[in-house]
Nanobody, 123 residues
Framework: QVQLVESGGGLVQAGGSLRLSCAAS????????MGWYRQAPGKERELVAH???????NYADSVKGRFTISRDNAKNTMYLQMNSLKPEDTAVYYC?????????????????WGQGTLVTVSS
C-alpha cells in the first residue's frame, strides 16, 4: 500500500503565499511522475503542475510565473510553492504520483492520489 498525504493548505489573503507538501509513504520502490491538481467548487478537476522523475516541469497557463513545483526524491516528497495567490486559486488541491512498488517489475506503476488539502484565497 502507498499513501500520499498533502499538507500546507489554509486561508490566505490575495497576494499571499502558501507552500503545499505531498509526502509519499508505504511500499515504494520508485516514484515516476508527480503532479498537483485542483478542483474548485462546481468545476472539474484540473492539472496545476507536473514534474517528472528527472525534474522536468510544466504548468497550467493560469499559474505560470506564480507557482513552482519541486520534489525531494530522497524524502519521497513533492512541493508546490504558490505565490501571488488570487481568489480564483481557491480550490481543493490534490497530489498524485505514479509509484512502482515491485522491484521485480519496476515499470509497473500504480497511480496514487492524496485526500486533498483546501486552499482558500480571500479578496
Amino acid at each position: 500500500q502507498v499513501q500520499l498525504v498533502e499538507s500546507g493548505g489554509g486561508l490566505v489573503q490575495a497576494g499571499g503565499s502558501l507552500r503545499l507538501s505531498c509526502a509519499a509513504s508505504g511500499s515504494i520502490f520508485s516514484i515516476n511522475a508527480m503532479g498537483w491538481y485542483r478542483q474548485a467548487p462546481g468545476k472539474e478537476r484540473e492539472l496545476v503542475a507536473h514534474i517528472t522523475s528527472g525534474g522536468s516541469t510544466n504548468y497550467a497557463d493560469s499559474v505560470k510565473g506564480r507557482f513552482t513545483i519541486s520534489r525531494d526524491n530522497a524524502k519521497n516528497t513533492m512541493y508546490l510553492q504558490m505565490n501571488s495567490l488570487k481568489p480564483e486559486d481557491t480550490a481543493v488541491y490534490y497530489c498524485t504520483s505514479l509509484v512502482a512498488t515491485n522491484p521485480r517489475d519496476p515499470t509497473q506503476y500504480l497511480e496514487v492520489w492524496g485526500q486533498g488539502t483546501l486552499v482558500t484565497v480571500s479578496s
